[in-house]
């Protein structure tokens, strides 16, 4: 429920090729591809492996999405089968925006780590900790997350209880040993996105949990690791007034097209 890939994120050093291939291995039925505002990996997925390779066709391959928020951190969407919001390939919304716009057509949304590093996690923002109630808003909470550290998954799953929301869990692998470090078990198998967000929607009863991956970069830079945060701020702070002006553009073209209607997938 969180990977990402070579394909589509800048800092995965893993096709998705290679993704599906190891956790095929592991015993995995499925995977959500999450990478950073962007849907590229999915789209070469349907382009050259869904309908090219046919051993895969008992690994179900979901789109989704890990949006960078100017306000809240990460947050993971999911869409219904069928649609595609371009501007969720362009960071830099605030966080109500986006809630509005994703309830809007359908989807759902929930913090990544909510209680990890500074401004890449909700709990850890000036929003998230200004208006606590935003959690309310949400439809799940991602309770464990294999990068994270234990007292951060546990404060996750505590968040999730206190606002009696789904958890669910991933790697966020972004290389080839950590792929399949965590886990989400679903009651019931799904074989779409609608599906998916129907499923959790309901608020069935969802399993997390997984390996902890001690190698990540934070780890291996040690102390230097505090500069993480502060890149990110300035990443998504610059990378959200760059990518206005397109939102704009991108707003005017579409402004004929009736906004309830979805917009399909290619």
């Known amino acids: 429920m969180h990977c990402h890939t070579k394909e589509g994120s800048l800092d995965g050093k893993i096709t998705l090729y290679e993704t ?4 095929r291995e592991k015993g995995y039925q499925g995977m959500l591809i999450t990478d950073h505002n962007s849907y590229k990996a999915y789209r070469h997925y349907q382009k050259s492996i869904r309908d090219t390779d046919k ?15 100017i306000d809240a951190g990460h947050i993971i969407v999911i869409m219904p089968t069928g649609v595609k919001l371009p501007i969720l390939e362009l960071r830099g919304l605030p966080v109500g925006l986006l809630v509005d716009i994703v309830h809007h057509f359908g989807g759902i949304l929930g913090p990544a780590h909510p209680c990890g590093e500074k401004y890449l996690s909700l709990m850890n ?3 998230g900790k200004r208006t606590r109630d935003l959690v309310s808003r949400f439809d799940f909470i991602e309770t464990y997350n294999a990068c994270e550290e234990p007292e951060s998954n546990r404060a996750a799953s505590e968040l999730a209880k206190r606002f009696h929301k789904p958890g669910i869990g991933g790697s966020d692998s972004h290389k080839l040993d950590c792929v399949g470090k965590g886990y989400t078990i679903l009651p019931e198998f799904v074989t779409c996105e609608t599906e998916l967000i129907s499923l959790i929607r309901r608020k069935v009863p969802i399993e997390t949990g997984g390996t902890l991956y001690t190698r990540t970069t934070r780890e291996r830079i040690g102390k230097a690791r505090k500069i993480l945060p502060y890149s990110f701020w300035f990443y998504n702070k610059g990378g959200a007034l760059l990518k206005g002006r397109k939102r704009k553009i991108k707003s005017e073209e579409e402004n004929p097209i009736d906004p309830i209607d979805p917009i399909e997938f290619e």
């Open 125 to 127: 923002t000036r929003r």
């Open 55 to 69: 051993d895969f066709e008992d690994f179900v391959v979901l789109k989704g999405i890990e949006y960078d928020t």
């Open 20 to 23: 599906i291939l190891a956790l």
